[in-house]
């Protein structure tokens, strides 16, 4: 499928930003924990979560959408083993071992493959398990583990991973004892999985800092659960208004963006926050931002690097961008360079050096935030950009194209 998006309009009108992908994918792993029907508002209709839903209807769940809330039933999960294509699709699927092994502890489940911004593989998840007490074993692509003793109270990432944060908090909910969690992950998804867990009845303290206690209890319950603004969507959006020197006005959820907004303000874009409503300009150009590296929180995320690597293409001077987290994220160079960008990447870093136009192409998305980067260098573009492979894209974005004239910008599907 293919987006095409016409560049020179300037930004104005307003959008109600989508709630979070990352905060989603694994309150949906986290329903097998409990027994009752669990309903999410704000829900974004992507597709990494259709992916999400179609592997809890694999294990027995009922899921239905009303709106935008996503309503899913566990009763009748039975299944303690994922197989099906669609995990292979999405790697947070990987989430189920975790919510799996508290329920029935035991677990199986294909492994996520890599994907263009990496190997990504899953050993921190695997090595945490192991110390929780279970035995793992693996045959051919299907990883199983169970449960098979006590295991330390006590255990320690060799990094701050999301995931693996994410998959130890979903297991040691309903472990008998206590789990300290420490080097975790601070990511404001992992407060959001712990704001919600703690509705459904857990006992977890210590989250957004690198130990978090877990307390376990004998069950969960249902609830019904609002899902705050998803950070590098509101980030995406902000940076399309920014990048075409308009001024527009974005509805959000609850605040998790200090760290986009700290950034995109480097660059000289103007937010005003009135109540859930945050007003952003991007009228005197785009500036430079000498130095960036990627990092865990609350550092520079990676998921925002593409965007900025498009943005500061069109800045008035040289910025650096370092890469520390995905060893393939600059994939989206080559494609900027081919509109006209200034772009020397040696290794893990990136020299942008800013030009005063880019031109529209024939771009291909490898990857969801290389694709939003490409719409966004679209909009700030002389003429038509074309950005083909965007079904990338709908993995993380809602309606981006009808988001994107929510914003007055010129966008269209080809199909
Ligand atoms: C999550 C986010 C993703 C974001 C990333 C980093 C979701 C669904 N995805 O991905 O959007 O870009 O955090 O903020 O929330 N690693 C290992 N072994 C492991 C686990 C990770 O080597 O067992 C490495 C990865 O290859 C990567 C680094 O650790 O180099 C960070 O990965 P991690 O924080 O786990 O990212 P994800 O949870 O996959």
């Keep these: 499928m293919l987006i095409e998006v016409e560049g020179g309009r300037k930004a104005a009108g307003e959008l109600t930003v989508q709630g979070a992908k990352n905060a989603v994918l694994p309150m949906i792993a986290a329903t097998v924990l409990c027994r009752q029907t669990t309903v999410i508002e ?4 992507i597709q990494d979560v259709y992916s999400m839903t179609a592997v809890l209807k694999d294990i027995g769940a009922k899921v239905s959408w009303e709106e935008d809330k996503l309503i899913i039933d566990t009763a009748s999960v039975t299944k303690s083993e994922i197989t099906q294509k669609e995990v292979g699709d999405i790697r947070a699927s990987i989430l189920f071992l975790g919510s799996m092994l508290g329920r029935m ?43 098979r003793n006590r295991g330390a109270e006590r255990v320690k990432l060799p990094y701050p991973s999301v ?65 705050k603004t998803d950070r590098i969507a509101f980030l995406t ?23 986009e907004k700290k950034y ?37 995320p990676t998921d925002a690097q593409s965007l900025f690597l498009a943005l500061l293409s069109r800045s ?61 260098a679209g909009v700030m573009a002389e003429g038509k950009t074309m950005v083909d492979q965007s079904h990338y894209i709908l993995r993380g974005y809602e309606i981006p194209v009808e988001n994107m004239q929510s914003l007055g910008l010129c966008a269209r599907y080809v199909v």
Excluded at 42 to 45: F, H, L, S, T
Excluded at 109 to 137: K, Q
Excluded at 237 to 259: H, I, K, N, P
Aim: a negative charge; charged letters at 20%.
């Design 105 to 147: 502890q035991v677990a199986g489940i294909r492994l996520p493959g890599g994907c263009s911004i990496g190997a990504r593989p899953v050993d921190y998840h695997l090595a945490a398990f192991s110390a929780m007490g279970a035995e793992t074993s693996q045959q051919e692509d299907v990883i199983c583990c169970e449960i």
């Design 163 to 227: 995931g693996a944060t994410e998959n130890v908090i979903l297991y040691a909910v309903l472990r008998k004892g206590t789990t300290i969690l420490e080097n975790a992950a601070k990511e404001p998804e992992i407060r959001e999985l712990c704001e919600f867990l703690r509705q459904m009845g857990a006992l977890i303290s210590g989250d957004g800092e690198e130990c978090i206690t877990i307390q376990g209890v004998s069950e969960l319950q249902g609830v019904v659960y609002r899902l």
């Design 237 to 259: 959006y902000a940076a399309m208004v920014a990048g075409s020197g308009g001024s527009a006005c974005l509805r959000v959820y609850g605040d998790t963006f200090e760290a």
């Design 316 to 376: 008035y001077g040289e910025s650096l961008i370092e890469e520390n987290v995905f060893e393939n994220r600059f994939l989206v160079a080559g494609q900027l360079r081919k509109m006209g960008a200034d772009i020397e990447v040696a290794g893990q870093r990136a020299c942008v050096r800013g030009v005063t136009r880019l031109h529209g192409e024939m771009v291909q998305a490898t990857d969801l935030r290389s694709g939003a980067a490409l719409l966004l």
């Design 264 to 300: 995109l303000a480097m660059t000289g874009c103007r937010m005003e926050t009135t109540g859930d409503q945050i007003r952003v300009s991007g009228e005197g150009g785009i500036r430079p931002v000498p130095y960036i590296r990627t990092e865990p929180y609350p550092g520079f």
């Design 42 to 45: 704000n829900c974004p209709r």
